[in-house]
């Protein structure tokens, strides 16, 4: 660092310092969102790998930058590092695609078309007739993989445009209906996290 201040303090103090603590805290924040997301999620071991990567990187890199930030471009970059992070760490993790949703389907048409494509598609089905504001209404409940909702919502709006639905995260399942590939997976994961 000494080298690099000798060269040109200015453009250290009002360019160089402030983009290495935007970027800095860019990747730490981003690693702390995700980390919450990983807890919320259940995601003991991911959760604790990332809280160790999100620290290491504060207390190497941030904290010896902040000692020496003395102006008000590196005050600004650490504020837009800051929000920049959780923009990115939000992005990543819809990226990732981890996790389980259920799908709550209110439709008043014929959804007929919709409970075969899901079954097809050896997703859970479970319809319950139910009375809405405006009359009879079929409530369609599925639980599926987060990198399934997409082509699932996209069916919706395919089979029935005008459909409500609802989407939650599922923190843990047992037993049910789900393609064979993933339900294994989800046994296995099971099986580990009983054995630890």
Known sequence: MDAIFSI???QYSYIVLPVIIFLCRVVDVTMGTIRVIFVSKGYRVGAALLGFFEVFIWITVIGEIMTNANSIFCYLAYAAGFATGNYVGIICENKLSIGLVVVRIITQKNSDELIEYLRNENYGVTVLEATGSKGKVKIIFTVIKRKDLKA????????????????????????????????DLMKAKALTRKEK
Do not use: C, L, M, W
């Open 8 to 10: 040109n303090s200015f």
């Open 152 to 183: 699932v919502i996209e069916n919706i709006n395919n089979f029935n445009p005008k459909a409500f639905y609802s989407v939650e995260d599922v923190r843990t399942v047992n037993e049910g209906v789900f393609p064979k590939r993933d339900f």
